[in-house]
C-alpha cells in the first residue's frame, strides 16, 4: 500500500537529492551572477540564459515530484513532540510552494521582458507582449521568494541535522536513494518480528500479545496457589 512503508521510494529518493543540487547551485549561482558586467553583454546573457534553463529544469522536476507524491504518498512521521510534526509539515509545505513559485516567476519575469526566452539555445514561444509593470513585479515576487526559500531551506537542514546527530533516530536515512536492507530497521526503536517456526518454542515465536496475556495468566494462577 503506498506510503505504508517506513523509507521514501527510490524515485522520490532521487527527485528529492536531484532538485536539492540543482536548487542549491542556482542560489550560488544565481547571486553571483548579478556582479556579472553589462559590457560586454555575451557573458551576462548566456548566464541569465543558463540560470533560466536549469530553473525550468526544476519546474519541470517539481511537477513529477508533486504527481509523484500524489500517488505514493509519504512515510508516516515517527512518534514526537506535536510542534515538531507540525512544523515539519509546515515547512514542507512551504518548500513545495516556493520551489513552484520561483521558476514561474522568472519565466514570467522573462516572457514579459519583450526578449525570447531560451531554454539550453532553444527559443520558447513568445506569447506575451511586452509589460514592464508585470515584469517588475514579477522580479520583484521573485527575489522576495529566494529569501523565504533560503529561510525555509535552511530550516529543513537544521531540522535533518537534528535528527541525524542529536535525536539518531534514523529519520534521515527514509530519503537515502540506497536505504536500509531488506528487514533492517530504519527508525530507532523499530524492530522486525522473527518468524514462526513450526515446533518452535522459543519466547521469539510468540507474538508479543500472547506472551503478555500467557505470564498475566500465570501471575494470576501463581497468587491463587494452583496450576496455571
Known amino acids: 500500500m503506498p506510503g505504508s512503508d517506513s523509507r521514501y521510494t527510490p524515485t522520490a529518493a532521487a527527485l528529492h537529492w536531484l532538485i536539492a543540487a540543482l536548487v542549491l547551485g ?77 521558476p514561474l516567476t522568472g519565466y514570467l519575469g522573462s516572457a514579459f521582458s519583450g526578449y525570447p526566452v531560451k531554454i539550453y539555445g532553444l527559443v520558447l514561444p513568445a506569447w506575451a507582449p511586452r509589460n514592464d509593470w508585470l515584469k517588475d513585479a514579477m522580479s520583484i515576487v521573485h527575489l522576495g521568494n529566494s529569501v523565504i526559500l533560503v529561510s525555509v531551506i535552511a530550516l529543513h537542514v537544521a531540522g535533518a541535522l537534528k535528527h541525524a546527530f542529536v535525536d539518531r533516530d534514523g529519520l534521515v536515512r527514509r530519503m537515502w536513494p540506497w536505504g536500509a536492507r531488506p528487514g533492517e530497521p530504519i527508525l530507532r526503536g523499530a524492530t522486525s518480528s522473527p518468524p514462526l517456526r513450526a515446533g518452535s518454542a522459543s519466547l521469539g515465536s510468540f507474538p508479543r500479545e500472547r506472551y503478555r496475556a500467557r505470564s498475566c495468566r500465570d501471575r494470576r494462577a501463581d497468587r491463587l496457589g494452583r496450576p496455571p
Open 26 to 102: 542556482m542560489i550560488v549561482f544565481g547571486w553571483s551572477m548579478q556582479v556579472i558586467p553589462k559590457i560586454p553583454v555575451g557573458p551576462r546573457v548566456n548566464a541569465y540564459n543558463l540560470h533560466k534553463s536549469i530553473g525550468l529544469t526544476v519546474l519541470g522536476l517539481m511537477v513529477l515530484r508533486l504527481a509523484w507524491r500524489a500517488t505514493h504518498p509519504a512515510p508516516a512521521l515517527p512518534p514526537m513532540p506535536q510542534w515538531q510534526s507540525r512544523t515539519a509539515r509546515v515547512v514542507h509545505a512551504l518548500l513545495y510552494f516556493c520551489l513552484f513559485v520561483q
